[in-house]
């Protein structure tokens, strides 16, 4: 495989750092590279595990961390009750352990960092993972440029890096986060207690100075669909949203 060119991505072996729980079903596995690289926010990696038998089983993870040159990358996994991987990580996988991993992968669905005009972030439950990789991203480059994030969660303690997206908020005006919850009432005022809508896309981009030039949404493929039509509802150019789809 490839990065968005010519030469192929190598396989690294990479070590558990560290690992720390986030919501009820999402732990972030912190990797030491053992080829330290620069990525840019929305792309991801390929994690490969091989059986004593010989059998493999690969998935794809974005990662979460604002790129940095420390050699250490972030990938939040959630654990799925049918995964191969994903349940190996939250029930065997322990610090120290070594991982194959290639990457940084994908050249699409990526953070704009010369943007002029305001970004529309729209994620689900896991699908955050990339977003807050942008938002980090963002943070750590010092843009002000408007941004705004609407994710959807089944309840309070399922919203992913919950407390790290509410101080950003606070700390910056130019950042606004909206939590659509969908099995509990919202804590917040400024939330709200259904799914993602497009009346709700549509407000949320009302709320910034123009029309957002850039969209990205991630999660399954309905939420995708159905969050993709709001945006295009609500008069965002369609050449300006970009998806990433999880399976399901």
Sequence with gaps: MT??????VPWQICTIADIVPRTPSIKSFFFGLAEPFIH???QHMDVRLTASDGYVAMRSYSIASAPNSSGIIELAIERLSDGEVSTFFHDIAAVG??????GPLGGHFLWPASATAPVLLIGAGSGLVPLMAMIRQRQACKQTIPTALLLSSRTRRDVLFAEELLAMEAADPQLKVALAITREHPERPS?????????????L????????GDVFICGSNGFVDGAADGALEAGVNAVSIKTERYGG
């Design 205 to 212: 981009i009302a709320s910034l100075p123009v029309t957002p």
């Design 40 to 42: 840019i926010a929305g």
């Design 3 to 8: 990065n968005g060119g010519s030469r192929p």
């Design 191 to 203: 939330d709200f207690a259904r799914r993602i809508d497009g009346s709700m896309i549509a407000e």
């Design 97 to 102: 352990d070594e991982i194959e991993m290639r």
